[in-house]
């Protein structure tokens, strides 16, 4: 069931005192990975979420770089494309960028031009949702995009750091919270 999936999430999530940075505790989601079954629980209780919350879903949208480990997992369950957005200079052709802060330091997030379509329907998908900087610049190239946002999943939210409130009015839903 739901619960015995998410314990089973929790369980395969580590912490690392100081790590990039001194005062940071990093979540390291690495163990989901390693683990089939607890992977799979996260794509369930996604899916599951999406299926309830969000069935007009037209593209999976996710941020680099661990939001491409559980994205197209994610897509390819609900039979709807990915899209990825980059750190700059990663992506070919026309692109749009916007720049942000994240907990431990500043990046430039950037998407092509033609990947989402005026009106289409996106879900944001990351592993871990801290200040809400990374999420807040994917939503501003939505904008740009003139995407209609359902709203972001991740797995871990740092509650502590009210990323929600900085994603106001999208909705942000987390399997494990901190
Ligand atoms: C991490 C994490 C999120 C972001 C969250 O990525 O995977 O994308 O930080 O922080 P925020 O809510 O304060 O913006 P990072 O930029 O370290 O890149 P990586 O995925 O390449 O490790
Ligand atoms: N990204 C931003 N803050 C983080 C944290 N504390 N652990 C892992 N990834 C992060």
Redesign the pocket.
């Given at each position: 069931g739901r619960e015995s999936k998410l314990q089973l999430v929790h369980r395969h999530i580590r912490a690392f005192p100081d790590f990039p940075k001194k005062g940071i505790l990093f979540r390291d989601i690495c163990p989901i990975l390693k683990d089939p079954a607890a992977l799979t629980a996260v794509i369930d209780l996604f899916e599951e979420h999406v299926r309830k919350n969000h069935q007009h879903v037209e593209l999976i949208i996710g941020?680099?770089?661990?939001?491409f480990l559980f994205g197209p997992l994610l897509a390819q369950r609900l039979g709807v494309g990915f899209v990825l957005i980059r750190?700059k200079g990663k992506l070919p052709g026309s692109t749009v960028s916007v720049a942000?802060d994240?907990?431990?330091g500043k990046?430039e997030a950037e998407i092509q031009e033609d990947a989402v379509a005026p009106g289409q329907k996106v879900l944001l998908i990351?592993?871990?949702?801290?200040?809400?900087?990374?999420?807040y610049a994917a939503c501003e190239l939505m904008k740009k995009q003139q995407a209609e946002v359902l709203g972001c999943m991740v797995v871990i939210e740092l509650k502590e750091?009210k990323?929600i409130d900085k994603l106001k009015p999208h909705s942000v839903f987390s399997l494990v919270q901190y």
């Open positions: 941020l680099d770089a661990r939001g750190k942000y994240l907990e431990y990046a990351d592993d871990l949702l801290a200040t809400g900087g990374t999420l750091l990323g």
